[in-house]
């Protein structure tokens, strides 16, 4: 059956990104791309079309030079394919946050593996190590939301996600991605901004659920007036937020804060620094941490190396010794607090990507878990596939740099025994992985 849908719901592009003397085309969507675009072939090069569905057909305008092809924006969705299903969310399709709530669960779940699958293929790896995929329920505990104030101070603030691969704001009044408790803040930071920014100030608000409350982090270019930051002071007194921080190019500015931010990891109350890393998901971070325990098993000691604020340094320290290495300062100066009345719990503050440990160092351990961050670490699986320690588990957020990582600790003698798939970041692109190897 032909469906003639005028496409409302689509990614606007960057100004100057759309030639308006190219006649629009029409375009069969073939599969959905790694990054979760649809992608189309025309003229012998791929069409990359946000929130498409592979056998959609679209009239579509051809549009900026990516990734060896072109954007597109579907102008009018003729055919829509058969994995199409409805959104959930009233925002998708322009709203950047979400990219894949319009497939089926098997074209899900076939996007989000199929990536991984690709990656571990071109280096040689088996795809059969992988396991089915871990899914997490929907429900961040962190994010960060932009707020734009207009000018025009009597007009409404926007305050949401950038559009798909674009710098303009979406504004929104719902989000399924967000804890509950998380978008209320949200929504009460919206009546609350134009107390907070002046006209046309731009600034970005970091959320963090802790253990304690709410954490917020306010990123601006400008430091904030004295009206600015007494508004915020009574704006986390109505939110019983726990601290509110405002941060300007790099400096961070106390607001206010009536608990201290702590994080709870395997029983150890850990400080949370303005702005620090968790898991997504506190779902996820369980799957991860028990996957991670299933990995190394009981072989101590055992090293953790970007440790952050000790995620999976608690847990293992429940079998044995651990020694933590984290780059960061502030998430180092934490975790060694956290660590304080922990014997068994080591601490050493080391930039893993400048300064990596040689193999003869490393290979004092029975075992080492490392999480990079998307970069990968390349320098660190090359110490760590000449050191030959046992088991290594590695954690990954990106297939395509964990493939690169993967393939020097098998050259280096490793066996990869499994890779385990987790759903962390529920409808998009982005897949969470542990994999263990074996020496």
């Given at each position: ?27 069969l969507?073939e599969?959905?791309?790694a990054?979760?675009?649809?992608i ?19 009239r579509?305008?051809?549009?900026a ?5 072109r ?8 055919v ?11 925002h998708?399709g ?11 669960e098997?074209?899900y779940r ?7 699958h ?13 396991a089915?995929?871990?899914?997490a329920t ?9 707020i ?9 603030v ?18 399924r991605?967000?804890e ?6 949200v ?10 920014l ?14 304690s409350?709410i ?5 601006a270019?400008?430091?904030?007036t004295?009206?600015a ?21 790099g400096?961070d500015?106390?607001v206010?804060e ?6 709870v ?6 400080p949370f620094?303005?702005?620090g ?6 779902p ?7 996957e991670?325990l ?9 090293l ?9 340094t ?5 079998a ?12 180092a100066?934490a ?8 014997p ?9 990507m400048r ?16 999480d ?6 390349a320098?660190l ?14 954690i990954?957020?990106?297939p395509a ?20 798939p987790?759903?962390q970041?529920?409808?998009?692109a982005?897949?969470?992985l ?6």
């Amino acid at each position: 059956m032909t469906e003639r849908r005028r496409e409302s719901c689509v990614t606007p592009m960057r100004s100057g990104s759309f030639s308006r003397s190219e006649e629009p085309v029409e375009l069969l969507v073939e599969r959905v791309g790694a990054q979760g675009d649809g992608i189309a072939q025309h003229r012998g090069e791929p069409v990359f079309l946000p929130f498409a569905a592979a056998g959609d057909r679209v009239r579509a305008r051809l549009g900026a030079k990516r990734g060896g092809g072109r954007e597109g924006r579907t102008l009018e969705r003729l055919v829509a394919g058969p994995d199409r299903v409805e959104p959930p969310c009233p925002h998708f399709g322009v709203c950047g946050g979400c990219t894949l709530q319009h497939l089926n669960e098997s074209a899900y779940r076939s996007v989000k593996l199929g990536a991984l699958h690709a990656a571990l293929a071109r280096v040689g790896i088996d795809p059969g190590v992988v396991a089915p995929l871990r899914a997490a329920t929907p429900g961040r505990r962190r994010a960060r939301i932009g707020i734009e104030m207009p000018h025009d101070t009597t007009l409404p603030v926007r305050i949401g996600f950038r559009e798909r691969f674009q710098h303009r704001l979406v504004d929104i009044n719902e989000c399924r991605l967000l804890e509950p408790a998380l978008f209320r803040v949200v929504v009460e930071l919206r009546r609350a901004a134009a107390a907070i920014l002046r006209g046309g100030m731009r600034a970005d608000a970091i959320l963090t659920r802790t253990d304690s409350g709410i954490d917020l982090l306010i990123e601006a270019a400008e430091r904030p007036t004295l009206g600015a930051l007494g508004a915020l002071a009574g704006f986390a007194e109505e939110c019983d937020l726990a601290r509110v921080v405002w941060r300007i190019s790099g400096d961070d500015l106390p607001v206010i804060e009536r608990r201290p931010p702590r994080v709870v990891l395997s029983g150890v109350a850990v400080p949370f620094p303005p702005g620090g890393f968790l898991q997504a998901s506190e779902p996820a971070e369980r799957i991860l941490v028990a996957e991670v325990l299933r990995g190394a098993g009981l072989r101590r000691p055992v090293l953790d190396l970007f440790a952050g604020l000790g995620t999976f340094t608690f847990p293992l320290a429940a079998a044995g010794s651990v020694h933590a290495v984290e780059g960061d300062e502030r998430a180092a100066a934490a975790l060694a607090r956290g660590a304080a009345a922990q014997p068994r719990v080591s601490v050493e503050r080391r930039d893993l990507m400048r300064d990596t440990p040689p193999p003869e160092w490393l290979s004092r351990y029975a075992a080492a878990v490392f999480d990079p961050p998307r970069a990968g670490a390349a320098r660190l699986a090359d110490a760590l596939a000449r050191a030959a320690l046992e088991t290594v588990v590695a954690i990954s957020c990106n297939p395509a740099t964990f493939v690169r990582d993967a393939a020097r600790l098998i050259a280096g003698g490793y066996r990869l025994e499994r890779v385990i798939p987790i759903d962390q970041f529920v409808w998009t692109a982005h897949l969470e992985l542990v994999a263990v190897f074996r020496h």
